[in-house]
């Protein structure tokens, strides 16, 4: 008789696989890393490799040691985690820092499920959430380190665009070029360094059907609904559509964390609702929240709201009309 097993989704298997889909994810993100390395230097360089380097040793060492399971780091998802993780952080994040995210990453929010496919929350937002409350000075230290382009721009090196709304109001960016932030971003983790760059990889994702644009345009959507409605109240208090689409974490959040297979609906409709609801949640920190930015509390907050969006948003069952 043969052997009964018992595995996760999916069942169904197709010529695409984890392995092809993680690749496609890092192809897209290669737009955002190049550009951070070359506006921050050695430095982020370094972060980069410490990151991924730590995310795929770890999860080799838990499969192996601990689970007692074939190794799956050439699924690439350890990778991929490593490489969101890093864009998530400052430049001048120390790498004992970085190495502690990795090991919130991995083996807590990661591996302490189960694995790949098993997992409630994204891993990089796990790890990025943990050592912002862990280690608030060092995720918030924003000054720029020489880099090999760019040198000669100003940079803001007391707060982002959101911290200073936060501190002085909107009159504290009254100055700011949207066309610069477009491919420059003032200030920031390395992967909101510039939206084109993220918005790039957000087509490659498209053109591969790696990802549905339903939660991505979903979330900018709210993001730009909600914050035109108080701007067109009050525009000398709240700040308006197009600064918070291209400030802080939310391309970033929206185009590679929110699409996450694992930690997202399986329906469109429920892509839908998790997109609005990471979308309000994240104006509504930004705007009356004590943290200036809120996409990551926001993706953590709906993560844990999706086996009820599933339960539901039902998809068409396979095999019925």
């Not at 990151?51 to 838990?62: F, G, T």
């Amino acid at each position: 008789m043969d052997k009964l097993l018992v595995s996760p989704s999916p069942h169904l298997h197709a010529k695409t696989s984890t392995t092809s889909l993680m690749r496609d994810v890092v192809i897209a993100m290669l737009p955002a890393v190049v550009v951070s390395v070359l506006f921050y230097g050695w430095s982020e360089l370094l972060i980069f490799g410490v990151s991924v380097a730590s995310c795929v040793l770890l999860e080799y060492l838990i499969t192996k040691y601990l689970l007692k399971r074939p190794c799956t780091v050439g699924d690439w998802s350890a990778a991929v985690t490593g490489v969101l993780l890093a864009l998530n952080l400052p430049a001048t994040t120390p790498w004992w820092v970085v190495l502690i995210g990795a090991i919130v990453a991995i083996g807590v929010a990661k591996m302490t499920f189960g694995g790949i496919g098993q997992n409630l929350f994204n891993p990089a937002i796990a790890g990025r959430v943990f050592l912002l409350i862990s280690f608030p000075t060092y995720m918030t230290d924003w000054t720029r380190p020489q880099g090999f382009i760019g040198n000669g721009l100003d940079a803001m090196t007391g707060a982002t665009p959101l911290g200073m709304v936060k501190e002085g109001g909107i009159s504290a960016v009254a100055d700011l070029d949207y066309l610069d932030m477009l491919f420059h971003n003032i200030g920031g983790s390395a992967g909101e360094l510039s939206a084109l760059a993220i918005l790039a990889g957000f087509v490659y994702l498209l053109v591969r059907r790696v990802i549905k644009p339903y939660i991505t345009l979903s979330i900018l959507a709210t993001v730009a609904i909600f914050s035109g409605i108080f701007w067109a109240v009050n525009p000398a208090e709240y700040t308006g559509p197009l600064f918070n689409l291209l400030t802080g974490g939310i391309l970033l959040g929206s185009v590679f964390m929110a699409t996450d297979y694992v930690t997202s609906p399986m329906s469109n409709l429920g892509g839908v609702i998790f997109g609005v609801g990471i979308g309000v949640l994240t104006m509504l920190i930004r705007y009356f929240g004590a943290y200036p930015e809120g996409v990551s509390f926001a993706i953590l907050i709906m993560n844990s709201m999706v086996p009820l969006i599933n339960k539901w948003c039902h998809s068409r069952k396979y095999g019925r009309a």
